[in-house]
């Protein structure tokens, strides 16, 4: 499944020459073979070789030869014996490693650079954002200022001891997946920026892979696989930045679009006489739920574009709207209502369209969610179709504002997990004679 924008966990099937230089067709039935075993222990915890074998539906023989690989490539690691009961010597049971391998999710958004990275189990490794006027800095500075932030997280990985597998980048606007190619970002005030490119020359081994994905998209697929309403079949994400994006879950997998845009729901017009959008168009949804909307109607004189040569990062913008709100700041509560109510407004037309199970809101809006989710689920109920909206709520997402890098990075692991032969052999794994492996 390839989208031009998201295209969902999928693996684009590099690496297939360092399958130990047996004839493609052999090796194309190798990788998938080392993906099925992978992927099952990934997903249903240690077991021994037998029982991979008996739940895969491959014989033993070709289980130990693959695990033998898997083993050899740091993605799979023995754990000692496995009792289970059996007469006989026990077998020894197996657990996803890859800690040695590692997956880099970075972000650019209109007022932050952010970079979150694991290992392939999971366990993570770089956790930061830090506060960037990408809007004022342009493409040139916000691309120098990423790849120095990615120059940082590959050494940290490098002083662990981990090999780096891919780096994805998240940005809010259309992306030509393909071509790593900002096509436009309007709050970035990016066009034809060539993200992938630009950051292949800024000292990234040639042999990692760099792609470049919608922001919104990876969100959503952060809170599929990870998030309050993981496993959730049918859901729509809202990103509650500056801007408002969205990542569709249908059928458990990412709505894509002919050319890869499906999600672009900031844009939709909602109000032919209101405000006038990043994008060049009037009143489009974001100008009422973004958080540039909300700053604008709390703190007018510190709103976006209104330059005091600070750069403030969207908590510390939240932070002080709260302060004023514990102040008795009596525009803070009607601002917040009126988000709410648009925000309700416009989830109508998703879910009428859609028919989720499950909108999660992320970014500025899960920081308010107990405000605005009441709100926004009265609006959702009164111009909903009776029966999906009455189905459908609206939860907070616990990822913050890292939900994007996070599912950036969980795009790299999902790709190892795809072809575990993109990671090279690092040892030779020998069996120890006479156990049951």
Request: proline share 4%; glycine share 16%.
């Amino acid at each position: 499944m390839q989208h031009g924008r998201g295209g969902g966990w999928n693996g684009d099937q590099k690496g297939s020459a360092r399958s130990v230089g047996i004839p493609a067709d052999q090796a194309t039935v190798r990788r998938s073979n080392l993906s099925l075993v992978l992927r099952h222990v990934s997903e249903r915890g240690s077991r021994s070789r037998s029982l991979v074998a008996a739940e895969t539906g491959l014989n033993k023989t070709t289980v130990t030869s693959l695990v033998g690989e898997l083993v050899a490539r740091g993605l799979i690691k023995e754990i000692g014996p496995q009792h289970a009961g059996a007469v006989g010597r026990p077998g020894l049971a197996l657990a996803l490693d890859g800690s040695g391998v590692g997956a880099l999710g970075t972000e650019v958004n209109v007022d932050y650079v952010a970079a979150f990275a694991t290992d392939v189990a999971g366990r993570v490794l770089i956790d930061r954002r830090v506060g960037f006027d990408a809007t004022g800095g342009g493409p040139e500075r916000s691309l120098d200022e990423l790849a120095r932030t990615i120059k940082e997280a590959v050494a940290e990985l490098d002083l662990l001891g981990v090999t780096l597998a891919g780096i994805t980048v998240a940005v809010p606007g259309l992306i030509d997946s393909a071509t790593g190619i900002v096509e436009v970002a309007p709050n970035l005030g990016w066009y034809g920026v060539p993200v992938a490119k630009v950051l292949s020359k800024a000292g990234v081994a040639p042999n990692v892979p760099i792609t470049v994905d919608n922001d919104a998209n990876l969100a959503a697929l952060a809170e599929f696989t990870a998030g309050v309403a993981a496993g959730t079949s049918d859901l729509v994400y809202l990103t509650g930045e500056v801007g408002v994006g969205g990542g569709v879950i249908a059928g458990g997998r990412l709505l894509g679009g002919a050319d890869g845009f499906a999600g672009e729901v900031g844009h939709v017009m909602v109000d032919p006489s209101g405000e006038r959008c990043g994008c060049g168009r009037i009143g489009c949804w974001e100008t009422k739920v973004g958080l540039a909307a909300l700053v604008r109607m709390v703190t007018p004189e510190r709103a976006y574009g209104v330059g005091d040569g600070v750069v403030r990062d969207p908590e510390e913008r939240l932070a002080e709207i709260e302060l004023r709100q514990a102040a008795g700041d009596r525009r803070v509560d009607a601002a917040v209502i009126e988000v709410g109510r648009w925000l309700g407004r416009g989830a109508a037309t998703l879910v009428n369209l859609f028919n989720p199970r499950v909108i999660v809101i992320g970014g500025y809006f899960a920081r308010l969610a107990e405000q605005i989710i009441p709100v926004a689920q009265t609006e959702l109920k009164r111009l909903g179709v009776a029966g999906s909206a009455s189905r459908c709520t609206f939860v907070a997402s616990d990822l913050g504002f890292g939900a994007a890098s996070r599912g950036a990075a969980g795009m790299v692991v999902e790709r190892v997990l795809s072809d575990p032969t993109s990671i090279d052999i690092r040892h030779v794994v020998t069996s120890r004679p006479g156990e049951e492996r």
